[in-house]
């Protein structure tokens, strides 16, 4: 859905670097190089970027009425 505010395992801010990542990926900058710019060192900050599926336009569509 939305990433994460936190890292759930260290605590470690994340929720900001986001859109600065979708950007320079967008570009064709390699992951890894990004990351590690972003200041993402720890395996579990770097696991909630790779395995980050953005699901919101498909939620929204089921909004109640």
């Given at each position: 859905m939305i990433i994460p505010i936190r890292c759930?395992?260290?605590g470690k801010p994340v929720a900001h670097l986001w859109e600065t990542y979708q950007e320079r990926l967008a570009k064709g900058d390699d992951r890894k190089k990004v990351m590690d710019s972003l200041g993402l060192?720890?395996?579990c900050c770097r696991g909630v970027f790779l395995g980050h599926v953005d699901l919101i336009d498909t939620v929204a569509q089921f909004k109640k009425y």
């Open positions: 759930p395992s260290c060192e720890r395996y």
